[in-house]
């Protein structure tokens, strides 16, 4: 057999345990991929406290929770994605946006891995990000 695809989803909750809609699209696609034996599915997302760690999902997903020292304007403020990223070894990264954290911290890094971005909605609660 040949080696597995490595795909890693990037954004700041999953489902569960956000109930939103983007978090649960996301939990969906990487369950679903995951269950062709051709690929293997991380996704990378930031915890909701200093304390990052790792947990599973349903069919083989790890979820690598990044350590958060809390947010600005929904935005984790959490600069392990950059680390997080650098080691996640990975064939494709597949960003949903937006999510400047995870934007940005791939901007940093350096690595010349594939992405590709799903934008899933306008900024529309915090009116001065937008312009950014």
Known sequence: MSRR????????????PVQGGIER???????LTA????FQ????VAAP?????????????????????GRLL????????????RRANADLFHFHVPHPTGELA????????????TYHSDI???RLTLRA
Do not use: M, W
């Not at 699209?25 to 369950?31: G, K, Y």
């Not at 599915?41 to 990378?44: F, K, R, S």
């Not at 403020?77 to 990223?85: D, H, N």
């Open 5 to 16: 695809l490595r795909i890693i989803h990037v954004y700041k909750d999953v489902y569960p």
């Open 25 to 31: 699209t996301i939990e969906r696609l990487a369950c």
């Open 35 to 38: 269950r062709d034996e051709r």
């Open 41 to 44: 599915v991380e996704i990378i």
């Open 49 to 69: 406290s200093f304390a990052g760690g790792e947990r599973n999902l349903a069919d083989g997903v790890r979820v690598r929770e990044v350590a958060s020292c």
């Open 74 to 85: 929904s935005t984790p403020l959490a600069p392990g994605f950059l680390t997080a990223l």
């Open 106 to 117: 791939f901007l940093l890094s350096g690595l010349d891995t594939p992405a590709v971005a």
């Open 124 to 126: 529309v609660r915090q």
